[in-house]
């Protein structure tokens, strides 16, 4: 493995990977960036394996590629966790004390016969809830991140081997 090339890689990437975070927070074009996110995986795995001393194989520049997008991955998922986090505390969790307080109060009745107590939900369990959200989240994506990075760059690894 090219630490070189996967780190170079894996920074640029995540440079990226931010930058869509920061952009998913405008309304709609979230829809966007979640494409562009995948196209993004794919492009760090070929950048990997790009910047892989030559030769290069298809077994190589996927190994690159795949650690090299988990590793944007891993950077972009933590920074978003805490943007959103921030952004949620900022806007949510007013946004959430008013969809409350507007609840019919044989709504909350229901909550409270279930055992949910309606007032956990506006303070600090919001927040907390948007990190285990997003720590999931950030699971699956590395899992994904690895193996789109895998494919882009298995095939700059065996289509370029000089």
């Not at 927040?127 to 285990?132: D, F, K, Q």
Request: charged share 5%; with cysteine; proline share 4%.
């Amino acid at each position: 493995m090219d630490m070189q090339a996967v780190l170079k890689a894996g920074g640029v990437g995540a440079a990226i990977l931010v930058l869509f975070s920061l952009l998913g927070l405008i309304p709609c074009v979230g829809c966007i960036t979640f494409f562009l996110t995948l196209i993004a995986y794919v492009g760090i795995g070929v950048l990997a394996a790009y910047w892989m001393a030559p030769p290069r194989t298809g077994s190589g520049g996927a190994v690159n590629g795949a650690v090299a997008a988990a590793v944007a991955a891993l950077v972009a998922g933590l920074v978003s966790m805490v943007i959103n986090a921030i952004y949620f505390s900022i806007t949510g969790s007013a946004q959430l004390a008013q969809g409350l307080a507007d609840l019919p109060p044989e709504q909350l009745a229901a909550l409270s016969e279930m055992g949910i107590d309606p007032s956990i939900l506006a303070g600090g369990a919001g927040i907390a809830g948007v990190l285990g959200i997003g720590a999931a989240c950030c699971m699956i994506g590395l899992l994904i991140a690895a193996v789109l990075g895998a494919a882009g760059g298995g095939y700059w690894g065996s289509s370029h081997p000089h």
